[in-house]
């Protein structure tokens, strides 16, 4: 008699989706691997997993990581690895695939690659990859390495120039994913940017500032677009990306060494008071001064 013995099949899935699918030259996308347990339940745990992506040479990494590791999966569990990305320029992208790496309860090795993806990036004329030549305008932060969940306070200036009108300025805040604004003088737009509009007269300045909170460990990039004209030239309108990198870091790491600053305030031991050997031959000066001075007093 003729026995059949039917096997559970259980493996992992993994699949890559980006959204939007369509962006404009400057913003960026975001990229979701998700990986599955397919196995019904009871029927088995899949370990030691290994999903590694990629990210194509000239894009930018903007936050997140392309990499992960998973101990085990049960039947029917998901992880999902996040990450964002910038293209260089308008262009159709052709993203490849995530490869997935894993072992079944048998202890047998086995891969799976995701389908690949297609990027369109959209030219925008207006957004220059070079400084404003019109107006002085700068994205800057008083801390740029901060601990989880500290207050990072950004200010972006706009300074308009003496010989130029009133400059209109917009201006346009994207936090990175893994930070949150906890105030500011803007109004949210959707999409997790941030927008407010200022008037700068000729040869004045403007500080905007915003408060944000790093809710997420690992490096990161605050993007501040501007756009602005002058008088009521809106067809010649400007249109600027400033990049700030921010770095944060756990509760516990330690912060980068700090640059030892010498200075010449008297009795510390920066200036001439800290060269070697000079103290002493203070003291001998004014040995000598005292002795001289005894020495007059009884002549006379």
């Known amino acids: 008699m ?7 099949v ?14 404009e030259e ?9 990986v599955r347990n397919t196995a019904a339940a009871g029927m088995g745990e899949m370990r030691d997993i290994v999903v590694t992506d990629s990210v ?12 992960a590791e998973y101990t085990v999966l049960k039947p029917d569990e998901s992880r999902t690895l996040q990450y964002v990305i910038k293209p260089p320029l308008g262009d159709t992208f052709n993203l490849e695939p995530a490869e997935l790496s894993y072992y079944d309860e048998s202890g047998d090795h086995h891969t799976r690659r ?8 959209i030219s925008s004329p207006g957004l220059q990859p070079t400084a404003p030549q019109n107006a002085s305008v700068k994205l800057h932060g008083a801390r740029t390495d901060v601990v989880i969940e500290d207050d990072i306070m950004l200010k972006l200036s706009a300074v308009n120039l003496i010989t130029k009108p009133v400059m209109h300025v917009q201006v346009i805040i994207i936090p990175p994913s893994g930070m949150s604004v906890a105030s500011s003088g803007f109004a949210m737009s959707g999409a997790g940017q941030f927008t407010s509009n200022y008037e700068v007269d000729p040869g004045v300045g403007r500080d ?8 997420q460990v690992g490096d990161f990039t605050v993007e501040g677009r501007v756009i602005y004209y002058f008088g009521d030239d809106m067809a010649g309108a400007e249109d600027y990306t400033l990049e700030l990198p921010i770095r944060v870091r756990s509760a516990d790491a330690h912060p980068p060494p700090a640059t030892p600053i010498t200075t010449s305030t008297p ?34």
């Open 208 to 215: 905007i500032e915003v408060r944000i909170v790093a809710n």
């Open 56 to 67: 194509p040479s000239d894009f930018a990494l903007v936050s997140g990581a392309v990499r």
């Open 267 to 300: 009795g510390d031991q920066g200036g001439i008071l800290g060269v070697p050997g000079f103290k002493p031959v203070l003291l001998v000066i004014g040995l000598l001064i005292v002795l001289i001075l005894r020495m007059i007093n009884r002549q006379t």
């Open 10 to 23: 259980t493996t992992l899935s993994v699949t890559k989706l980006h959204s939007p699918h369509t962006i």
């Open 26 to 34: 400057g913003d960026t996308t975001t990229i979701t691997v998700t």
């Open 2 to 8: 003729l026995s059949v013995e039917i096997y559970p």
């Open 114 to 121: 995701s389908d690949g993806a297609t990027l369109t990036v």
